[in-house]
């Protein structure tokens, strides 16, 4: 059975540890990831575009150029991939690739599994609609009730404090709406 569940909120809250932690707790996280590039936008290729090659550490160009592994390093505490090539200077397609010398990668030591959930989101996409009505929902009215801009509060305890009876007033409210006031009344005491 997949479990359909993240602890990141949407792909604006997107996080790599987050995403990591889910996948190790046996949650089969179902988001969006976004894209940090503004090239989709310029009609050039973006990372998703490169196909990864993890048996023979490389990554495949969409002109099917090889942009090979050079080195590992750390970044914010997690360990990335960096690969390039040098063919780039001859490419029919290059203007729509890169405007630098060569085009250049950079892969997270986990990115297979972003790669494995793009693919099940791809191929299944009432997972991604199920996700939207169970997941978003709920936040877009905790949004609407805070005047969708702010915490009304300053100081990481107070908002924590914030969102949690935002949290709380969603639940009741949702309690009310399936079980009815008198059954949720009488199941206070309990």
């Known amino acids: ?25 046996g949650i089969t996280p179902i988001l969006p990831r976004p894209e940090t590039s503004g090239n989709r936008r310029k009609g050039m290729y973006v990372q998703a575009d490169f196909a990864d090659d993890a048996d023979a550490n490389v990554c495949r160009c969409p002109a099917g150029e090889t ?10 505490g997690l360990a990335v991939q960096r690969y390039w090539t040098n063919g780039c200077q001859a490419c ?3 203007a729509r690739c890169t405007t630098g010398k060569e085009r250049r990668l950079t892969r997270w030591e986990h990115e297979h ?16 609609a ?10 877009a009215m905790l949004k609407a009730w805070m005047g969708a801009t702010h915490f ?14 935002h949290v709380l007033a969603q639940n009741i409210k949702r309690m009310i709406n399936r079980a009815g006031v008198r059954r949720l009344l009488a199941a206070i005491p309990a």
Do not use: Q, W
Not at 8 to 21: I, P, Q, T
Not at 67 to 76: A, S, V
């Open 1 to 25: 059975m997949l479990r359909i569940h993240c602890r990141a909120v949407d792909k604006n809250d997107f996080s790599d540890r987050e995403f990591l932690a889910c996948h190790e707790d």
């Open 67 to 76: 942009l090979t592994y050079r080195y590992t390093t750390e970044e914010g």
């Open 92 to 94: 029919p397609i290059k």
């Open 113 to 128: 599994l972003i790669d494995d959930m793009r693919d099940r989101m791809s191929c299944d996409p009432e997972v991604t």
């Open 130 to 139: 199920l996700r939207r009505s169970t997941v978003e929902h709920p936040f």
């Open 152 to 165: 009304r509060m300053r100081r990481l305890r107070r908002v924590r404090t914030e969102m949690a009876f």
